[in-house]
């Protein structure tokens, strides 16, 4: 079983950037695909990005593509979130997520229903 706690959240402007870490203990995350997903007051939780097992896939929602990055450090056994060009519309509880399978496609990848375990969220504010 794998724990995951996310930092780097806050208030930024728009246009401004923002990298999101998640960090695990108990088990490497090069056993896990990962995700982030995000959640807006009044609103769906939604898919952000996902990053295969072996690092060698990423999908992005189209709300982010060309804008934020998810990638892993394996050394320190974090994935991170770069988000840039931050818009009003990116302010959310952004949570990263782990799923024990390994995601073929970006429909498996986008749906939170697949991960196995969660983050606690970490707020990110973007003001206008």
């Known amino acids: 079983q794998v724990q995951l706690v996310e930092s780097g959240g806050g208030l930024v402007q728009a246009g401004g950037s923002l990298r999101l870490s998640c960090a695990a203990s108990?088990?490497?995350?090069?056993?896990?695909?990962m995700g982030w997903f995000r959640q807006a007051p009044g609103k769906e939780r939604e898919f952000v990005a996902s990053?295969?097992?072996?690092?060698?896939?990423?999908w992005y929602s189209d709300s982010v593509k060309g804008r934020f990055i998810i990638s892993r450090d394996s050394a320190k056994n974090t994935v991170y979130l770069q988000m840039n060009n931050v818009k009003p519309e990116d302010t959310a509880v952004y949570s990263c997520a782990a799923a024990q399978r390994a995601f073929s496609s970006s429909w498996w990848a986008s749906s939170y229903n697949k991960y196995d375990y969660w983050g606690q969220g970490t707020q990110v504010t973007v003001s206008s």
């Open positions: 108990g088990r490497t995350l090069s056993s896990y695909s």
């Open positions: 990053l295969t097992r072996n690092g060698g896939s990423t």
